[in-house]
């Protein structure tokens, strides 16, 4: 099936434009070579890495990293760059936390000040103008991207196929599997999994097939991870976790909770994946 994300499109873009960059170095003056290499390198390294996530996170300032190279091109030479000034529209349309968009906007700011001294005064009011324009632009449809993207991260089912779910659906379900255990007389455990950032999906998946088809695994965070342990008794739940623990990694660190200790109505899922009360925490 086709990427309809177009990875190898972008990457084809990242990889033009190192080469306009590189072509652009003859005759710069030394600094400004320098960050435009420095630029290169970074455009090529990126489109080489450049893979599509759902799960990557907007949270990660990478945008830092262009934005920085961005003004430095134009503070090193702004008689050169200074057309590079509108690149900012794309910086700014990018996904990214309130204080990174703040850095970029200031860095377009000061970008344009540096580049004033090449225009007249209706010149730099008119580039002044559009340069906020287009920044309001960019900003809004990031804002869309961005509640796009949380629409997608807070969909219920996270991966097609298996019973991997947002933390959500756990609220829903302990209400239900506490019903399910008063009326049946089963025992039900919560149990919760902190894992590395890294791991989190990987370890996500073996859990899925580790654990029956009833029973959902749930993505409380980046780090943690829990599933709805059913069985007869406290003592087969005790031997069903050390049989989930062996076949998962040795750097993870667990807990359980009886269900039936759980308030669902008055807790969020931070909450519960920070839960204190009487439990057991293993480590391995």
């Not at 099936?1 to 190192?18: D, T, V």
């Not at 003859?26 to 996530?53: N, Q």
């Not at 379900?173 to 791991?199: M, P």
Request: charged residues 15%; proline residues 5%.
């Amino acid at each position: 099936m086709q990427s309809k994300y177009k990875i190898r499109l972008l990457r084809a873009n990242l990889l033009a434009a190192a080469v306009a960059l590189a072509l652009w170095t003859p005759s710069t003056p030394p600094a400004a070579a320098l960050v435009l290499w420095l630029s290169v390198g970074w455009l090529f390294i990126t489109a080489l890495m450049l893979d599509f996530s759902h799960r990557r996170s907007r949270g990660l300032p990478w945008q830092l990293i262009p934005g920085a190279l961005l003004v430095s091109l134009i503070a090193a030479a702004p008689e050169r760059h200074g057309i590079l000034i509108w690149a900012w529209a794309a910086m700014l349309m990018l996904p990214q936390n309130h204080w990174v968009a703040a850095f970029n906007l200031s860095a377009a700011l000061l970008s344009a000040v540096m580049v004033a001294p090449q225009l007249n005064k209706p010149e730099f009011i008119l580039l002044l103008c559009a340069l906020l324009t287009l920044g309001l632009l960019a900003s809004s449809r990031a804002q869309q991207l961005i509640d796009m993207n949380g629409s997608i991260r807070q969909r219920l089912r996270l991966i097609p196929g298996l019973n991997l779910w947002a933390g959500e659906q756990l609220l829903r379900d302990i209400t239900r599997e506490q019903t399910r255990c008063e009326r049946e007389g089963v025992y039900a455990e919560l149990f919760i999994l902190h894992v590395k950032r890294h791991q989190l999906w990987p370890t996500a998946q073996k859990l899925c097939e580790l654990t029956h088809d009833f029973e959902n695994v749930y993505r409380l965070g980046s780090t943690t991870l829990a599933t709805l342990i059913l069985s007869r008794s406290p003592n087969e739940a005790a031997q069903r976790r050390q049989l989930l623990l062996t076949e998962l990694p040795d750097n993870i660190s667990s807990e359980y909770l009886n269900l039936v200790d759980i308030e669902p109505a008055t807790l969020s899922v931070f909450e519960i994946s920070k839960l204190p009360a009487e439990r057991v925490r293993e480590t391995i």
